[in-house]
């Protein structure tokens, strides 16, 4: 899926463009990253978490809101796996920044993917300041040819309106986006929509390209282990680590 990913001020990462193409700009079936300890083979793994994260800020806000209650949480407060749980699967935008921007870096950190889906070529960034998004890009194909789908920045909100179906969600999505502007990303707006609403409700007001990008990223699964032997990730469906993954 992924052919090509660029990173700056990522933990330790400062600026890194890791090209994971095969011939024709195809991904690869299998990609292998090995160094030496230390050398940020994990951060950059790690890295496909924080897009994971970055998709689920709105469901995540929701879901700690559903968790706010005294008789649930009585008892849970002080628990140490129930906060390590809370830190590592509920993050918002902060947090993610908090987790991840480079120590004491003075510019912004920035994710950018380029990715095939079903052999149609595509572009997707992420960008942080110290404390919210200040730009957000999706290039992928819509008819024939790559075209901007959206572009988001601190002052301007600019969308290709053929990636909506339906011209009064589009108008109440464009008041979404102006609301959480900063505190969440298309997707994750997205993502909370299609997952609140009735089943179809969503895909039926969107262009099947869009949904397509979507649910790739929705899809994927993510399992990264450190040296120190702590691992973490993200299921395709849900926040649990797939442990037996390399036993099948």
């Known amino acids: 899926m992924f052919t090509r990913v660029k990173i700056k001020n990522y933990k330790s990462l400062i600026n890194l463009d890791v090209d994971l193409s095969a011939k024709k700009k195809q991904p690869k079936p299998l990609v ?3 160094g030496e300890n230390g050398v940020g083979k994990s951060n950059f793994a790690t890295a496909f978490c924080t897009l994971c994260e970055s998709l689920r800020t709105m469901l995540a806000r929701t879901k700690l809101q559903k968790l706010i209650d005294k008789d649930k949480l009585e008892g849970l407060i002080y628990d140490e796996e129930f906060i390590k749980f ?8 902060e947090s993610i920044i908090k987790s991840c921007k480079t120590i004491n870096s003075t510019e912004n950190m920035s994710l950018e993917f380029e ?3 079903e052999g149609r070529q595509g572009r997707y960034l992420i960008e942080y300041d110290d404390s919210k998004i200040v730009h957000e890009k999706l290039e992928y194909v819509l008819n024939k040819n790559r075209t901007l789908f959206f572009e988001i920045a601190e002052d301007k909100i600019k969308i290709n309106e053929k990636i909506f179906t339906d011209g009064e969600y589009l108008k ?3 008041d979404l986006l102006e609301k959480y502007n900063g505190k969440h990303s ?3 707006i997205l ?3 299609d ?3 009735a089943d179809g409700y969503v895909i039926q007001r969107i262009s099947e390209r869009l949904y397509e990008v979507l649910l790739s990223f929705m899809l994927m699964s993510v399992r990264v282990k450190s040296a120190f032997g702590l691992e973490r990730g993200f299921g395709a469906s849900c926040y649990k680590v797939f ?3 390399g036993e099948g």
């Not at 809370?86 to 935008?93: C, F, G, Q, S, V």
């Open 32 to 34: 292998v990253i090995y």
């Open 86 to 93: 809370i830190a590592e699967n509920l993050k918002d935008t």
């Open 115 to 117: 990715f095939v889906i």
């Open 172 to 174: 109440y999505f464009y």
């Open 186 to 188: 298309f997707l994750s």
């Open 191 to 193: 993502m909370f929509e």
């Open 195 to 197: 997952e609140g609403k």
């Open 243 to 245: 442990k037996n993954l």
